[in-house]
């Protein structure tokens, strides 16, 4: 099993571009979410989906949008970058919401 | 907001000391967890301890749980190099729409000179 899996790993955007964050889960987890790390700031967690078919905001969801495409797939997207979102995005997966999470390897994203 | 606050934020020990780290929180939980994160690298579950348990044993880490005084700490035993990462708390709130995610704290930066 690959666990959860992110893609890209790097990316760069410039200032107002889009772009969409793919992850995967193969454990047939039914809650799966976005997070983001900054140095100094812990892990911020920006969107969650309890189940399929479910979508909620967390505590920094402005300027994210996320679609739950299916119980194995999670998508954040950024629909216009800022140099503010320049940051590790992790995304998660757990059998249900509140228990143990296992993580995706991250993706880098430099916004200039 | 971040209930779990993980203390000390940095701490450096000798190959074979025992390392302490500290959690406190707000609110009444669930549950909470240990997270160890190694540099560059996604986080990774180490433990869970219920609201009705008081201590947890896995290999050589210990986690208590005071929800009297609202705090948890994490006992590394015997520590190695390889145990150099950072170390997140989270917990699982009790009740409310609160309860489907866990809240991270801000971790705490362990480094194991060899």
């Known amino acids: 099993n690959a666990g959860v899996t992110q893609t890209p790993k790097f990316q760069v955007l410039k200032t107002g571009q889009s772009m969409t964050l793919q992850c995967a889960q193969d454990?047939?987890?039914?809650?799966m979410y976005w997070y983001r790390q900054d140095p100094g700031m812990g892990l911020r967690l920006i969107y969650y989906s309890a189940s399929e078919g479910t979508t909620d905001k967390g505590e920094v969801p402005n300027g994210y949008n996320v679609s739950r495409l299916n119980k194995r797939e999670f998508s954040l997207r950024l629909e216009s970058a800022a140099p503010s979102q320049t940051s590790v995005y992790f995304c998660?997966?757990?059998?249900?919401?509140?228990?143990?999470?296992?993580f995706g390897p991250g993706t880098r994203l430099l916004v200039l | 907001s971040q209930q779990g606050e993980e203390d000390p934020q940095a701490l450096s020990i000798q190959e074979g000391e025992n390392a302490t780290m500290n959690c406190s929180y707000k609110?009444?939980?669930?549950?909470l967890q240990w997270y160890r994160q190694n540099s560059g690298r996604g986080l990774v579950h180490l433990i869970l301890?219920?609201?009705?348990?008081r201590e947890k044993h896995s290999g050589r880490l210990r986690v208590t749980l005071d929800t009297s005084k609202k705090s948890s700490s994490l006992l590394i035993t015997a520590s190695r190099a390889a145990d150099t990462a950072s170390y997140f708390c989270?917990?699982?709130?009790?009740?409310?729409?609160?309860?489907?995610?866990?809240?991270f704290g801000k971790g705490t930066k362990l480094t194991v000179n060899p």
């Open positions: 998660a997966s757990s059998v249900y919401g509140g228990e143990t999470q296992y």
């Open positions: 301890i219920r609201s009705n348990e």
């Open positions: 609110t009444s939980i669930n549950n």
């Open positions: 454990m047939n987890h039914n809650s």
């Open positions: 989270a917990t699982k709130p009790l009740r409310g729409g609160g309860s489907e995610k866990l809240v």
